[in-house]
Protein backbone atom coordinates (compact mmCIF):
# COMPACT_ATOMS: atom_id res chain seq x y z
CA UNK A 1 0.00 0.00 0.00
CA UNK A 2 2.37 2.68 0.95
CA UNK A 3 4.50 1.69 -2.63
CA UNK A 4 1.25 2.22 -4.13
CA UNK A 5 0.49 5.55 -2.30
CA UNK A 6 4.02 6.69 -3.41
CA UNK A 7 3.31 5.54 -6.88
CA UNK A 8 0.12 8.09 -7.20
CA UNK A 9 2.63 10.85 -6.26
CA UNK A 10 3.64 12.53 -9.63
CA UNK A 11 6.00 14.42 -8.08
CA UNK A 12 7.78 11.60 -6.22
CA UNK A 13 7.51 9.66 -9.81
CA UNK A 14 9.47 12.86 -11.17
CA UNK A 15 12.25 12.18 -8.11
CA UNK A 16 12.69 8.48 -8.51
CA UNK A 17 13.49 9.45 -12.45
CA UNK A 18 15.87 12.19 -11.64
CA UNK A 19 17.75 10.16 -8.74
CA UNK A 20 18.14 7.43 -11.39
CA UNK A 21 19.19 9.75 -14.17
CA UNK A 22 21.57 10.73 -11.38
CA UNK A 23 23.75 7.72 -10.04
CA UNK A 24 25.56 6.04 -11.70
CA UNK A 25 27.57 3.17 -9.81
CA UNK A 26 30.43 0.89 -10.55
CA UNK A 27 31.03 -2.46 -9.22
CA UNK A 28 34.29 -2.02 -8.17
CA UNK A 29 33.30 1.03 -5.96
CA UNK A 30 29.93 -1.15 -4.60
CA UNK A 31 32.56 -3.77 -3.19
CA UNK A 32 34.89 -1.34 -1.64
CA UNK A 33 31.51 0.01 0.37
CA UNK A 34 30.79 -1.65 3.49
CA UNK A 35 27.28 -3.53 3.24
CA UNK A 36 26.10 -1.23 5.86
CA UNK A 37 26.81 1.89 4.23
CA UNK A 38 24.24 0.84 1.25
CA UNK A 39 21.46 -0.61 3.12
CA UNK A 40 21.49 3.04 5.15
CA UNK A 41 20.71 4.65 2.32
CA UNK A 42 18.03 2.43 1.29
CA UNK A 43 16.18 2.87 4.60
CA UNK A 44 16.73 6.65 4.49
CA UNK A 45 15.49 6.71 0.67
CA UNK A 46 12.15 5.20 1.93
CA UNK A 47 11.89 7.76 4.64
CA UNK A 48 12.63 10.50 2.76
CA UNK A 49 9.76 9.43 0.30
CA UNK A 50 7.49 8.98 2.24
CA UNK A 51 8.18 12.53 3.88
CA UNK A 52 7.72 13.88 0.35
CA UNK A 53 4.56 12.03 -0.59
CA UNK A 54 3.15 13.55 2.46
CA UNK A 55 4.21 17.03 2.42
CA UNK A 56 1.48 18.91 1.27
CA UNK A 57 -1.53 16.43 3.05
CA UNK A 58 -1.21 18.98 6.28
CA UNK A 59 -3.81 16.43 7.66
CA UNK A 60 -1.31 14.20 7.92
CA UNK A 61 1.26 16.61 9.71
CA UNK A 62 1.83 13.71 12.92
CA UNK A 63 2.72 11.10 10.37
CA UNK A 64 4.85 13.43 8.26
CA UNK A 65 6.52 14.40 11.92
CA UNK A 66 6.97 11.43 12.64
CA UNK A 67 9.08 10.29 9.69
CA UNK A 68 10.79 13.38 10.18
CA UNK A 69 11.56 12.29 13.56
CA UNK A 70 12.43 8.40 11.99
CA UNK A 71 15.20 10.10 9.97
CA UNK A 72 16.87 12.12 12.58
CA UNK A 73 16.97 9.72 14.48
CA UNK A 74 18.18 6.96 12.25
CA UNK A 75 20.83 9.32 11.17
CA UNK A 76 22.03 10.19 14.98
CA UNK A 77 21.81 6.23 15.83
CA UNK A 78 24.23 5.35 12.56
CA UNK A 79 26.49 7.89 13.85
CA UNK A 80 26.99 6.55 17.39
CA UNK A 81 27.03 2.58 16.23
CA UNK A 82 29.29 3.36 13.51
CA UNK A 83 31.50 6.46 14.76
CA UNK A 84 33.35 6.47 11.24
CA UNK A 85 30.21 5.97 9.05
CA UNK A 86 31.13 9.26 6.83
CA UNK A 87 34.50 8.09 6.45
CA UNK A 88 33.84 5.14 5.29
CA UNK A 89 31.02 6.98 2.56
CA UNK A 90 33.91 9.11 1.57
CA UNK A 91 35.34 7.38 -1.32
CA UNK A 92 31.34 6.00 -2.44
CA UNK A 93 30.34 9.78 -2.34
CA UNK A 94 32.87 10.94 -5.06
CA UNK A 95 31.25 8.50 -7.54
CA UNK A 96 29.18 10.20 -9.98
CA UNK A 97 25.51 10.58 -8.68
CA UNK A 98 25.94 9.63 -5.29
CA UNK A 99 26.81 12.81 -3.51
CA UNK A 100 23.75 14.11 -4.68
CA UNK A 101 21.61 10.99 -3.41
CA UNK A 102 23.37 11.39 -0.22
CA UNK A 103 22.76 14.84 -0.05
CA UNK A 104 19.01 13.77 -0.73
CA UNK A 105 18.39 11.44 1.28
CA UNK A 106 20.78 12.72 4.78
CA UNK A 107 19.34 16.33 5.28
CA UNK A 108 16.50 16.35 8.19
CA UNK A 109 14.35 18.96 7.97
CA UNK A 110 12.02 20.31 11.05
CA UNK A 111 13.94 18.91 13.70
CA UNK A 112 14.64 21.71 15.87
CA UNK A 113 13.12 19.85 18.90
CA UNK A 114 16.43 18.76 20.39
CA UNK A 115 17.66 21.49 22.89
CA UNK A 116 16.12 23.47 24.89
CA UNK A 117 17.75 26.76 26.45
CA UNK A 118 17.43 26.53 30.35
CA UNK A 119 16.64 30.11 30.76
CA UNK A 120 13.86 31.51 32.75
CA UNK A 121 11.37 32.18 30.20
CA UNK A 122 9.88 30.84 27.37
CA UNK A 123 10.52 31.86 23.38
CA UNK A 124 7.77 34.04 21.46
CA UNK A 125 9.05 34.58 17.89
CA UNK A 126 7.75 37.21 15.39
CA UNK A 127 8.77 37.83 11.53
CA UNK A 128 8.97 41.50 10.65
CA UNK A 129 9.59 43.68 7.16
CA UNK A 130 11.02 46.83 7.86
CA UNK A 131 8.98 48.54 5.19
CA UNK A 132 9.76 52.30 4.04
CA UNK A 133 13.36 52.03 4.77
CA UNK A 134 16.00 51.87 1.74
CA UNK A 135 16.36 47.98 0.78
CA UNK A 136 13.84 46.39 3.19
CA UNK A 137 15.49 43.58 5.31
CA UNK A 138 13.83 40.59 6.88
CA UNK A 139 13.67 40.77 10.83
CA UNK A 140 12.99 37.47 12.93
CA UNK A 141 12.54 38.87 16.37
CA UNK A 142 13.21 36.32 19.26
CA UNK A 143 12.04 37.33 22.63
CA UNK A 144 11.22 35.98 26.62
CA UNK A 145 7.71 35.02 26.91
CA UNK A 146 5.31 33.22 30.17
CA UNK A 147 7.49 30.10 30.88
CA UNK A 148 3.88 27.95 31.56
CA UNK A 149 2.29 29.07 28.37
CA UNK A 150 5.32 28.22 26.44
CA UNK A 151 5.24 24.75 28.17
CA UNK A 152 1.58 24.49 27.34
CA UNK A 153 1.41 25.15 23.45
CA UNK A 154 5.18 24.61 22.06
CA UNK A 155 4.52 21.28 20.93
CA UNK A 156 1.10 22.29 19.00
CA UNK A 157 2.68 22.58 15.58
CA UNK A 158 0.01 25.36 15.02
CA UNK A 159 1.23 27.27 17.89
CA UNK A 160 4.96 27.92 16.81
CA UNK A 161 6.59 29.02 12.94
CA UNK A 162 7.69 27.13 10.01
CA UNK A 163 11.47 27.95 9.31
CA UNK A 164 14.74 27.12 8.13
CA UNK A 165 13.81 28.91 4.59
CA UNK A 166 11.45 31.37 3.64
CA UNK A 167 8.88 30.08 1.78
CA UNK A 168 9.46 29.47 -1.96
CA UNK A 169 11.58 32.21 -1.93
CA UNK A 170 13.78 30.79 0.54
CA UNK A 171 14.14 27.40 -1.34
CA UNK A 172 14.86 29.47 -4.76
CA UNK A 173 18.01 31.06 -2.82
CA UNK A 174 19.01 27.42 -1.11
CA UNK A 175 19.28 26.28 -4.94
CA UNK A 176 21.14 28.52 -6.37
CA UNK A 177 23.89 28.89 -3.42
CA UNK A 178 23.91 24.75 -4.23
CA UNK A 179 24.64 26.13 -7.71
CA UNK A 180 27.61 28.63 -7.63
CA UNK A 181 29.01 26.38 -4.82
CA UNK A 182 29.48 23.81 -7.37
CA UNK A 183 30.91 25.38 -9.88
CA UNK A 184 32.99 27.27 -7.60
CA UNK A 185 36.95 25.95 -9.04
CA UNK A 186 38.47 26.29 -5.69
CA UNK A 187 35.99 23.56 -4.30
CA UNK A 188 36.65 20.49 -2.56
CA UNK A 189 35.34 17.64 -4.73
CA UNK A 190 33.46 16.36 -1.87
CA UNK A 191 31.29 19.62 -2.32
CA UNK A 192 31.36 19.47 -6.16
CA UNK A 193 29.89 15.42 -5.68
CA UNK A 194 27.44 16.75 -3.08
CA UNK A 195 26.06 19.84 -5.05
CA UNK A 196 24.51 19.20 -8.09
CA UNK A 197 25.09 22.27 -11.07
CA UNK A 198 22.06 22.68 -11.86
CA UNK A 199 19.93 24.57 -9.04
CA UNK A 200 16.28 22.55 -9.86
CA UNK A 201 18.04 19.39 -8.83
CA UNK A 202 18.27 21.22 -5.37
CA UNK A 203 14.59 21.97 -4.96
CA UNK A 204 13.94 17.75 -4.17
CA UNK A 205 16.53 18.18 -1.48
CA UNK A 206 15.87 21.71 0.13
CA UNK A 207 11.73 21.89 -0.55
CA UNK A 208 10.73 20.33 2.74
CA UNK A 209 12.56 22.28 4.84
CA UNK A 210 9.24 25.19 4.31
CA UNK A 211 7.65 22.61 6.68
CA UNK A 212 10.97 22.99 9.41
CA UNK A 213 9.05 23.99 12.63
CA UNK A 214 10.81 26.03 16.06
CA UNK A 215 10.06 25.83 19.68
CA UNK A 216 9.27 29.31 20.00
CA UNK A 217 5.66 30.99 20.07
CA UNK A 218 4.31 33.20 17.05
CA UNK A 219 3.79 36.53 18.48
CA UNK A 220 2.78 35.57 22.22
CA UNK A 221 2.49 38.52 24.54
CA UNK A 222 5.98 39.90 25.95
CA UNK A 223 6.20 38.75 29.34
CA UNK A 224 5.34 40.62 31.87
CA UNK A 225 8.60 40.98 33.67
CA UNK A 226 9.40 43.66 31.06
CA UNK A 227 5.91 44.52 29.82
CA UNK A 228 5.05 46.09 33.05
CA UNK A 229 8.32 48.16 33.55
CA UNK A 230 10.50 46.16 36.05
CA UNK A 231 12.85 45.13 33.93
CA UNK A 232 14.54 45.58 30.43
CA UNK A 233 15.45 43.55 27.89
CA UNK A 234 18.57 43.57 26.60
CA UNK A 235 18.77 44.23 22.70
CA UNK A 236 20.76 41.67 20.37
CA UNK A 237 21.44 42.18 16.58
CA UNK A 238 22.05 38.83 15.30
CA UNK A 239 24.06 38.69 11.41
CA UNK A 240 24.18 35.21 9.62
CA UNK A 241 27.04 33.93 7.78
CA UNK A 242 27.22 33.72 3.79
CA UNK A 243 24.91 32.04 2.08
CA UNK A 244 22.62 31.68 5.25
CA UNK A 245 19.98 33.29 6.34
CA UNK A 246 18.27 34.71 9.94
CA UNK A 247 16.31 31.43 10.17
CA UNK A 248 19.49 29.54 10.65
CA UNK A 249 20.67 29.96 14.14
CA UNK A 250 17.55 29.45 16.46
CA UNK A 251 19.63 27.39 18.79
CA UNK A 252 21.69 30.39 19.32
CA UNK A 253 18.90 33.13 19.40
CA UNK A 254 16.79 31.38 21.02
CA UNK A 255 18.98 30.49 24.56
CA UNK A 256 19.33 34.45 25.05
CA UNK A 257 15.92 34.92 24.67
CA UNK A 258 15.42 32.55 27.36
CA UNK A 259 17.34 34.70 29.41
CA UNK A 260 15.65 37.81 28.66
CA UNK A 261 17.35 39.27 25.60
CA UNK A 262 15.05 40.49 22.60
CA UNK A 263 17.31 38.98 19.53
CA UNK A 264 16.86 40.65 16.01
CA UNK A 265 18.38 38.67 13.62
CA UNK A 266 18.52 40.08 10.36
CA UNK A 267 18.51 38.39 6.74
CA UNK A 268 20.91 41.00 4.58
CA UNK A 269 20.26 42.63 1.27
CA UNK A 270 23.48 42.59 -0.37
CA UNK A 271 23.09 39.21 -2.10
CA UNK A 272 24.67 36.85 0.70
CA UNK A 273 21.70 35.55 2.46
CA UNK A 274 19.53 32.98 0.81
CA UNK A 275 16.14 35.20 0.58
CA UNK A 276 14.47 38.51 1.46
CA UNK A 277 12.44 40.95 -0.55
CA UNK A 278 12.47 44.81 -1.70
CA UNK A 279 9.10 45.69 0.09
CA UNK A 280 9.68 49.15 -1.19
CA UNK A 281 8.61 48.12 -4.62
CA UNK A 282 5.47 47.01 -5.74
CA UNK A 283 5.34 43.48 -6.16
CA UNK A 284 7.89 43.76 -3.87
CA UNK A 285 11.01 42.65 -5.52
CA UNK A 286 12.50 39.05 -4.55
CA UNK A 287 16.57 39.89 -3.18
CA UNK A 288 17.33 35.72 -3.83
CA UNK A 289 21.29 34.81 -2.88
CA UNK A 290 23.35 36.91 -5.45
CA UNK A 291 26.61 36.63 -4.47
CA UNK A 292 30.15 35.68 -5.51
CA UNK A 293 31.04 33.36 -7.76
CA UNK A 294 34.53 32.01 -6.80
CA UNK A 295 35.23 30.93 -10.06
CA UNK A 296 35.19 34.84 -11.83
CA UNK A 297 34.97 37.02 -9.18
CA UNK A 298 32.28 38.68 -10.54
CA UNK A 299 28.28 38.63 -9.20
CA UNK A 300 25.04 38.03 -11.05
CA UNK A 301 25.05 40.56 -12.53
CA UNK A 302 28.86 40.36 -13.98
CA UNK A 303 30.57 43.28 -11.89
CA UNK A 304 34.03 42.16 -11.58
CA UNK A 305 36.36 42.93 -8.95
CA UNK A 306 40.07 42.61 -8.68
CA UNK A 307 40.11 40.46 -5.76
CA UNK A 308 38.21 38.57 -3.55
CA UNK A 309 39.17 40.55 -0.43
CA UNK A 310 37.78 43.56 -2.63
CA UNK A 311 34.18 41.79 -3.49
CA UNK A 312 33.78 40.63 0.70
CA UNK A 313 34.89 44.49 1.35
CA UNK A 314 31.97 45.92 -0.27
CA UNK A 315 29.62 42.87 0.84
CA UNK A 316 30.36 43.75 4.66
CA UNK A 317 30.07 47.32 3.90
CA UNK A 318 26.57 46.92 2.71
CA UNK A 319 26.06 44.83 5.19
CA UNK A 320 26.68 47.65 7.55
CA UNK A 321 23.83 49.92 6.26
CA UNK A 322 21.51 47.13 6.83
CA UNK A 323 22.02 47.10 10.35
CA UNK A 324 22.33 50.91 10.04
CA UNK A 325 18.53 50.74 9.38
CA UNK A 326 17.70 47.80 11.19
CA UNK A 327 19.06 50.25 14.42
CA UNK A 328 16.99 52.63 13.14
CA UNK A 329 14.07 50.64 13.60
CA UNK A 330 14.73 49.62 17.06
CA UNK A 331 14.55 52.80 18.30
CA UNK A 332 11.51 53.17 16.63
CA UNK A 333 9.85 49.89 17.38
CA UNK A 334 6.84 48.73 19.45
CA UNK A 335 9.25 47.40 22.00
CA UNK A 336 11.60 50.33 22.22
CA UNK A 337 9.77 51.50 25.32
CA UNK A 338 10.83 47.82 27.05
CA UNK A 339 14.54 48.09 25.77
CA UNK A 340 17.61 48.75 27.51
CA UNK A 341 19.65 50.70 24.49
CA UNK A 342 22.92 50.99 26.99
CA UNK A 343 23.26 47.16 26.65
CA UNK A 344 23.20 46.78 22.67
CA UNK A 345 25.13 43.71 21.58
CA UNK A 346 26.07 42.92 18.17
CA UNK A 347 26.59 39.33 17.52
CA UNK A 348 27.22 37.17 14.47
CA UNK A 349 28.94 33.88 12.26
CA UNK A 350 31.04 34.11 9.50
CA UNK A 351 30.57 37.05 7.34
CA UNK A 352 28.19 37.87 9.62
CA UNK A 353 31.27 37.55 12.63
CA UNK A 354 33.01 40.30 10.75
CA UNK A 355 30.27 41.97 10.17
CA UNK A 356 29.51 42.03 14.05
CA UNK A 357 32.86 43.54 13.84
CA UNK A 358 32.89 46.51 11.65
CA UNK A 359 29.82 47.34 13.18
CA UNK A 360 30.60 47.52 16.54
CA UNK A 361 34.10 49.18 15.38
CA UNK A 362 32.08 52.15 13.07
CA UNK A 363 28.66 52.40 13.86
CA UNK A 364 28.65 55.38 16.99
CA UNK A 365 25.90 58.11 18.25
CA UNK A 366 26.11 61.37 17.66
CA UNK A 367 28.52 62.08 20.99
CA UNK A 368 31.25 59.89 19.53
CA UNK A 369 30.20 56.59 21.71
CA UNK A 370 29.69 53.11 19.92
CA UNK A 371 26.68 52.30 19.46
CA UNK A 372 27.02 48.55 20.43
CA UNK A 373 28.31 47.99 24.00
CA UNK A 374 29.32 44.49 23.37
CA UNK A 375 30.46 42.15 20.10
CA UNK A 376 30.13 38.30 19.87
CA UNK A 377 31.42 36.97 16.51
CA UNK A 378 31.08 33.21 15.81
CA UNK A 379 34.43 32.29 13.43
CA UNK A 380 34.50 35.51 12.02
CA UNK A 381 35.60 35.75 8.37
CA UNK A 382 38.42 38.18 7.85
CA UNK A 383 38.59 38.05 4.10
CA UNK A 384 37.10 41.40 3.52
CA UNK A 385 38.97 43.58 6.17
CA UNK A 386 42.01 41.22 6.14
CA UNK A 387 44.77 43.97 4.66
CA UNK A 388 43.48 46.34 7.12
CA UNK A 389 43.78 43.74 10.00
CA UNK A 390 46.94 42.91 9.13
CA UNK A 391 48.15 46.09 8.38
CA UNK A 392 47.36 48.56 10.53
CA UNK A 393 46.94 48.26 14.74
CA UNK A 394 44.27 50.63 14.52
CA UNK A 395 41.77 47.69 13.78
CA UNK A 396 39.97 46.83 16.44
CA UNK A 397 36.91 46.02 19.09
CA UNK A 398 37.42 48.10 21.80
CA UNK A 399 34.09 47.17 23.84
CA UNK A 400 33.86 44.24 25.64
CA UNK A 401 34.44 41.42 22.71
CA UNK A 402 33.83 37.79 22.51
CA UNK A 403 35.78 35.51 19.53
CA UNK A 404 34.83 31.62 18.89
CA UNK A 405 36.87 29.62 17.06
CA UNK A 406 36.37 26.49 15.59
CA UNK A 407 39.05 23.57 15.37
CA UNK A 408 38.49 23.25 11.65
CA UNK A 409 37.91 26.44 10.53
CA UNK A 410 41.82 27.23 9.64
CA UNK A 411 41.33 24.00 7.31
CA UNK A 412 38.25 25.07 5.44
CA UNK A 413 38.17 25.97 1.85
CA UNK A 414 37.53 29.18 2.43
CA UNK A 415 39.63 30.32 4.80
CA UNK A 416 43.03 27.98 4.10
CA UNK A 417 43.21 29.11 0.48
CA UNK A 418 43.29 32.52 0.65
CA UNK A 419 44.71 33.75 3.76
CA UNK A 420 45.78 31.82 7.28
CA UNK A 421 43.08 32.47 9.87
CA UNK A 422 45.27 31.58 12.97
CA UNK A 423 47.55 34.20 12.11
CA UNK A 424 44.90 36.44 11.57
CA UNK A 425 42.71 36.01 14.55
CA UNK A 426 46.17 36.92 16.25
CA UNK A 427 47.02 39.63 15.06
CA UNK A 428 43.06 41.01 15.15
CA UNK A 429 42.56 39.98 18.84
CA UNK A 430 46.52 41.47 19.18
CA UNK A 431 45.11 44.68 18.29
CA UNK A 432 42.05 44.34 20.57
CA UNK A 433 43.88 43.68 23.46
CA UNK A 434 46.24 46.72 22.82
CA UNK A 435 49.12 44.62 24.27
CA UNK A 436 47.81 43.75 27.32
CA UNK A 437 47.41 40.13 26.97
CA UNK A 438 44.98 39.88 30.40
CA UNK A 439 42.39 42.85 29.01
CA UNK A 440 39.42 41.39 30.95
CA UNK A 441 37.61 43.04 27.79
CA UNK A 442 38.55 40.76 25.02
CA UNK A 443 38.02 36.96 25.40
CA UNK A 444 38.49 33.82 22.80
CA UNK A 445 38.05 30.66 22.86
CA UNK A 446 39.92 27.83 20.62
CA UNK A 447 37.01 25.87 20.50
CA UNK A 448 38.22 22.23 20.02
CA UNK A 449 36.67 18.97 18.33
CA UNK A 450 34.11 21.38 16.32
CA UNK A 451 33.52 22.95 13.05
CA UNK A 452 32.08 25.84 10.96
CA UNK A 453 28.91 24.19 11.35
CA UNK A 454 28.64 23.35 15.02
CA UNK A 455 27.53 27.41 15.13
CA UNK A 456 24.45 27.38 13.39
CA UNK A 457 21.49 25.06 12.93
CA UNK A 458 23.03 22.74 10.02
CA UNK A 459 24.13 20.33 13.35
CA UNK A 460 20.62 19.62 13.49
CA UNK A 461 19.36 19.08 9.85
CA UNK A 462 22.31 17.78 7.81
CA UNK A 463 24.87 16.28 10.38
CA UNK A 464 26.59 13.70 8.22
CA UNK A 465 26.70 16.10 4.90
CA UNK A 466 28.70 18.77 7.68
CA UNK A 467 30.70 16.20 8.92
CA UNK A 468 31.91 14.50 5.42
CA UNK A 469 33.12 18.02 4.46
CA UNK A 470 35.12 18.61 7.78
CA UNK A 471 32.57 21.33 8.72
CA UNK A 472 31.23 19.79 12.06
CA UNK A 473 32.77 18.18 14.58
CA UNK A 474 31.82 14.81 15.87
CA UNK A 475 27.84 14.00 15.23
CA UNK A 476 27.31 12.20 18.51
CA UNK A 477 28.82 15.44 20.23
CA UNK A 478 26.41 17.82 18.34
CA UNK A 479 24.24 18.34 20.90
CA UNK A 480 26.60 18.72 23.69
CA UNK A 481 27.74 21.20 21.64
CA UNK A 482 25.17 23.04 21.09
CA UNK A 483 24.67 23.50 24.58
CA UNK A 484 27.87 24.80 24.88
CA UNK A 485 28.29 27.36 22.54
CA UNK A 486 24.82 28.98 23.75
CA UNK A 487 26.09 28.97 27.42
CA UNK A 488 29.77 30.59 26.65
CA UNK A 489 28.39 33.39 24.52
CA UNK A 490 25.33 33.45 27.55
CA UNK A 491 28.04 33.46 30.44
CA UNK A 492 30.23 35.97 29.02
CA UNK A 493 27.03 38.31 28.56
CA UNK A 494 26.57 38.03 32.25
CA UNK A 495 30.20 38.52 33.01
CA UNK A 496 29.95 41.73 31.76
CA UNK A 497 26.12 42.60 32.86
CA UNK A 498 24.27 42.28 29.59
CA UNK A 499 21.80 40.51 30.84
CA UNK A 500 18.63 41.30 32.83
CA UNK A 501 18.79 37.96 34.63
CA UNK A 502 21.71 36.38 36.54
CA UNK A 503 22.68 32.77 35.55
CA UNK A 504 21.29 30.19 37.76
CA UNK A 505 24.96 28.91 38.24
CA UNK A 506 28.07 30.61 37.59
CA UNK A 507 30.05 29.03 34.87
CA UNK A 508 33.41 29.44 33.77
CA UNK A 509 34.35 29.58 30.21
CA UNK A 510 36.73 26.71 29.71
CA UNK A 511 38.47 25.80 26.66
CA UNK A 512 36.27 22.74 25.70
Known sequence: MALLYLG??????????????QVNLEANILRSVPCYSICILLVLITLKMLKISLMKFRSHFALFSLLRMLNMLFCCFISIIIPNFEDSLAEFVLTDGVGYLLMFVMINNGMYFIIDPDGPYG????????KGKRKTPRILVYYPIDKNEYDQKVNDPNETLGLLVEGEGGVE????????IHGSSDAHPLIISLCPKNPAMFKPIVEDFKYSRIRALVSSELHKDFKNGGKKLTPVIFSPGWGSSKNMYATNTRYLASYGCIVFAISHTEGSNEFTCDYNQDPPKKLTYNHLDAKTNTDDHGRKYKDREEFFSISVDQRVKDIETLYEYILECDFAQYLDIQKLVMYGHSLGGITAIECSRTMKADSGEPKFKACVALDPYYMGKLSKIMQNDD???EQPLFVVTSQTFKDSPITRDYYDNEETTAKFLQNCRGGNKANPNVQDIAWKNTGHMNQM??????????????????INEAVERAHELSKMVITFMDKHEMLPVKLHQKEKMNNS
Do not use: E
Not at 123 to 130: A, F
Open 457 to 474: DTWVHSPVIARLLNFMGP
Open 395 to 397: YKV
Open 123 to 130: IGVKDIIL
Open 8 to 21: MQAKTLNLISILLG
Open 173 to 180: GQCRAGAI
